[in-house]
């Protein structure tokens, strides 16, 4: 397994960027799959985003497509979740997972890794 490490969450006003990131230990990243899912207040947790080990391949939610933007650096092992005119609805706790494979899947059963979480929460 990897160890993640969750950044950049906090509280922002609608219509303004914020830049998550999450650093790896243990297992190489550049192994594996990333993605992010999110978790708002009294719902299920939902897939945001992930990236190939390669970063060939891109696979993004419906709902954060054309403002959010998913990439990695495989040298400091870290990915990136840049989000762009963040509305209230993308409040929630942003986790990163990994998962060995280039499969660029929405599966959260599918990543065998997780980081803690940061919150990102957008007041209108």
């Known amino acids: 397994q990897v160890q993640l490490v969750e950044s950049g969450g906090g509280l922002v006003q609608a219509g303004d960027s914020l830049r998550l990131s999450c650093t790896a230990s243990g297992r190489t990243l550049s192994r594996g799959t990333m993605a992010w899912f999110r978790q708002a207040p009294g719902n299920e947790r939902e897939f945001v985003a992930a990236?190939?080990?390669?970063?060939?391949?891109?696979n993004y939610a419906d709902s954060v497509k054309g403002r959010f933007t998913i990439s990695r650096d495989n040298a400091k092992n870290t990915v990136y979740l840049q989000m762009s005119t963040l509305k209230p609805e993308d409040t929630a706790i942003y986790y990163c997972?990994?998962?060995?494979?280039?499969?660029?899947?929405?599966?959260?059963?599918?990543?065998?890794?997780w980081g803690q979480g940061t919150q990102v929460t957008v007041s209108s």
């Open positions: 997972a990994a998962r060995v494979g280039a499969a660029v899947t929405d599966n959260q059963v599918r990543y065998d890794s």
């Open positions: 990236i190939s080990p390669s970063g060939g391949s891109l």
